[in-house]
Structure formats: structure tokens, C-alpha cells
């Protein structure tokens, strides 16, 4: 079945760092391709998304193309703040509806 | 923007109690969900459903039932609560459309002592 890859946290980076999360699947089919963010005590918001190939999500800064050659999604910032420390998850969704999540990343990023 | 409203943040209950967790959409969703997320294991499916009076089991159904009696509203069920049911709940919507993203509550995080 379909399933998500994420690289194991935590993550500790100083502020103004680059971020790189890795992220690989597995889809019998053509998935949309997800990253979503949890702060401390929330519940989880869409950061960004693509539907296809070769297409690139933005938003915030953070950036993740959809390369279906090496089946990843991989989540990247330039320079990350403070307030970026939270949880990245990684996910995938087939027309069937169903959404498959990684386990999650842990960053934390020190001033 | 979508609104999904879960009715409690935190929540204490005893071994065996019957709990209900509500969720609350107001963006006329189709598709609903519960996951239950734990650390290092991610968000688990445990129930969903398409329409009004529909339900799919997810992943991990065991030890939950639910209910979706309107559109806006649905319901999980723990009909008797046990330790290992200690986690964050987490409900979810979407539309119709196709490969659609998934718009998330607040979480309650339940505790059962």
C-alpha cells in the first residue's frame, strides 16, 4: 500500500540555517503530495502542496518539489527563524481519499 | 477560511468510561476523519466517512466507534475507555474533489487513568 518516508528527528539548527527534510513515498498510482506543520499544542495546518510532477509547493518561505523520478517531496527553507521550530509532517493522497502520513520531524531551531 | 472545532482541548476520564470526542466542520465538507496521533508513530486512521450516516473503518478501528448523524458533525466514540487509548485525537475534512487536502482541529488530548 501507499505509504510516506520522513526522516527521523530531532532536527536542531541555529536561526538563519538552511532546513532540509527529507521525504520519500511509495504510490501505486499519481498522488498529491502534502507538508503540513504542528506547533506545540496545536492541531496540524497545510503548509503547501502539488499535485504532480515536477511541480513545486511554496508558502512561508519553505519550498518542496514533487520529483517523481526518485519518488521524493523533500521540505527545504533558506533560513530558518525561531518560530519555525514545530513539526513537519510529510503526506500523500490518491484519488481514493485516503492521506498517508510520515511519522513526523521535530525541528527546533536555537536563536 | 474552513473551521474544523473539536469540543474539548483537554480531557480526564476513568477506565471503562464512555467518552465522546466532537468534531464540528463548517465549510460543508463531504468527508470527515479521526486519526489518533502518538509519539514517533505519526497520525493513525481510525475512522471516516463520505457522507451523512456513512463510516469506513480506518487503521486502527478497534476499541472506537462513530457517529454522523448531520454533515457538519461527527462523532468518535470510545465505548469503554483504557489506558492505551492515552493519546491526541486529532479530526479532519475535506471535499469532493479529487487528492484533496485534509483541513485539521485543534486536537484533544485525552487522558485515561
Known amino acids: 500500500g501507499d505509504s510516506v518516508t520522513q526522516m527521523e528527528g530531532p532536527v536542531t539548527l541555529s536561526e538563519e540555517a538552511f532546513l532540509t527534510i527529507n521525504c520519500t513515498y511509495t504510490?501505486?498510482?499519481?498522488?498529491?503530495l502534502f507538508w503540513y506543520v504542528q506547533y506545540p499544542g496545536e492541531g496540524l495546518q497545510l503548509l503547501l502542496k502539488?499535485?504532480?510532477?515536477?511541480d513545486k509547493g511554496s508558502n512561508k518561505g519553505f519550498e518542496a518539489t514533487y520529483r517523481k523520478e526518485t519518488t521524493s517531496f523533500h521540505l527545504e527553507k533558506g533560513s530558518v527563524q525561531v518560530s519555525d521550530s514545530a513539526v513537519y509532517f510529510c503526506?500523500?493522497?490518491?484519488?481514493?481519499?485516503?492521506?498517508?502520513f510520515g511519522a513526523g520531524t521535530r525541528l527546533t531551531v536555537k536563536p | 477560511d474552513v473551521k474544523v472545532t473539536q469540543s474539548s482541548r483537554y480531557l480526564v476520564k476513568r477506565t471503562g468510561e464512555k467518552v465522546f470526542l466532537e468534531c464540528v466542520q463548517d465549510?460543508?465538507?463531504?468527508?470527515m476523519f479521526w486519526y489518533r496521533q502518538d509519539p514517533g508513530l505519526g497520525l493513525r486512521l481510525i475512522y471516516f466517512?463520505?457522507?451523512?450516516?456513512?463510516?469506513e473503518k480506518g487503521d486502527i478501528p478497534e476499541g472506537y466507534s462513530v457517529s454522523r448523524e448531520k454533515k457538519e458533525r461527527f462523532s468518535l466514540i470510545l465505548e469503554s475507555a483504557s489506558t492505551n487509548q492515552t493519546s491526541m485525537y486529532l479530526c479532519?475534512?475535506?471535499?469532493?474533489?479529487?487528492?484533496?487536502?485534509?483541513?485539521f482541529g485543534p486536537g484533544t488530548r485525552l487522558t485515561v487513568t
Open positions: 479532519a475534512s475535506s471535499g469532493t474533489s479529487g487528492r484533496r487536502e485534509q483541513y
Open positions: 504510490a501505486t498510482g499519481y498522488p498529491s
Open positions: 502539488a499535485t504532480k510532477a515536477d
Open positions: 503526506a500523500l493522497s490518491e484519488l481514493n481519499n485516503d492521506m498517508r
Open positions: 465549510m460543508d465538507h463531504e468527508n
Open positions: 466517512s463520505y457522507d451523512v450516516k456513512m463510516k
